[in-house]
């Protein structure tokens, strides 16, 4: 538990973008080699968006921090930002997000987590307050991971792009809105499971003349089985820390990853699939933009009301992985309908 003493991150806002290109699983069909039904019962996706020419993932998280700082009263001293597809490998994307949100002379750093990365931003942003680096921090999850996959790799119908983004201020644990402890793990043992290979040191400092592979590659049944292991136990650690029992969740926030992920997350936790938001059908695997582009789509909709138990929980490339509570806090109503056709379901 933590000390009085010492002051807690509290959720101010909420915010997120998604690029207006919609592409269905009937788009992806011929590429692919696969029909539109067998794509939406391997992973739930129907349909996902895109960035369009010229649109970057620091654009994306410029949109999203936009409206998260448009519906926030704190002042922020800080901007996290968590990708995995950067615009550019130096320097991070966060400097320029930063100063284009008028922050310029702001603290600004990337965090590279892959899909985990929003869980690992939130919790780079609790130490920044705890320490009295900042009193209030912008956290963004963004990517464009449609860029990085080869068009003809299969894994393409997984991945959309988009950005979620919230402010948290200084409070008191005791507050709503008040993040509990960021638990975090890892196992480079897995790096090879969800990788690009090309683009780095080690390609840099291997001999020969063939370039590295420089698209995403996953190993799908080796990391559906990890993810399942690892959000089990992390999400249990977090639940623990908050003294709540899995039937004390009203809702519960997983990155998309997969759709049947999430369901079997649900039964090996115990808590009613009504209880777990999703919204992959519609956005697809967004990595590290998934959860709050999720907490802020299920906001609007009504899905997350004041005095809900929520967790958060992720997975990811590393490997990665982390999960947080917090009670959602009453928060200002927002004026823009949300993005997207469909509403926040349950897996």
């Given amino acids: 538990m933590r000390s009085q003493g010492v002051p807690a991150s509290v959720l101010a806002g909420v915010g997120s973008w998604l690029p207006p290109r919609r592409v269905a699983n009937e788009e992806l069909a011929e590429p692919l080699g696969r029909s539109p039904e067998w794509m939406f019962q391997r992973c739930g ?14 654009d994306l998280a410029v949109a999203a921090g936009r409206e998260a700082l448009d519906r926030s009263a704190t002042a922020v001293s800080a901007v996290v930002v968590a990708t995995s597809s950067p615009d550019r490998p130096c320097p991070g994307t966060a400097p320029h997000v ?45 990517d464009a991971l449609s860029l990085g996959v080869a068009p ?33 793990g890892s196992d480079g043992g897995g790096r090879d499971l969800i990788t690009v290979r090309g683009g780095g040191s080690e390609e840099r400092a291997a001999a020969g003349d063939v370039p590295a592979d420089p698209y995403l590659r996953l190993v799908g049944q080796e990391v559906f089985l990890r993810a399942l292991l690892h959000l089990d136990e992390v999400s249990r650690a977090a639940l623990d820390s908050a003294g709540w029992s899995p039937r004390d969740v009203d809702r519960v926030v997983p990155h998309q990853a997969n759709a049947r992920i999430t369901a079997m997350l649900a039964r090996r936790l115990g808590v009613a699939e009504d209880r ?27 899905d ?44």
Avoid: K, Y
């Fill in 45 to 58: 996706i129907r349909a996902r968006h895109v960035v369009d020419p010229g649109t970057s993932t620091g």
């Fill in 98 to 142: 930063a100063t284009r949100l008028g922050l310029s002379g702001a603290a600004a750093l990337d965090v590279q987590a892959v899909c985990a990365g929003f869980v690992h931003g939130l919790a780079v942003a609790q130490g920044l307050i705890a320490a009295g680096t900042a009193d209030g921090v912008l956290v963004i999850g963004a």
């Fill in 152 to 184: 003809d790799d299969p894994t393409r119908m997984l991945f959309g792009d988009g950005a979620g983004a919230v402010v948290l201020r200084r409070g008191h644990r005791e507050e709503p809105g008040a993040l509990g402890p960021c638990l975090l």
């Fill in 276 to 302: 777990v938001l999703a919204r992959i059908e519609q956005v697809g695997n967004t990595s590290a933009a998934s959860i709050p582009l999720l907490l802020d789509q299920a906001w609007r909709r009504g």
């Fill in 304 to 347: 997350l009301r004041p005095g809900h138990r929520v967790l958060l929980t992720a997975f990811g490339g590393g490997l990665t992985w982390g999960a947080t509570t917090l009670v959602w806090p009453r928060l200002p109503h927002p004026h823009r309908p949300p993005s997207g056709e469909m509403p926040c379901t349950t897996s």
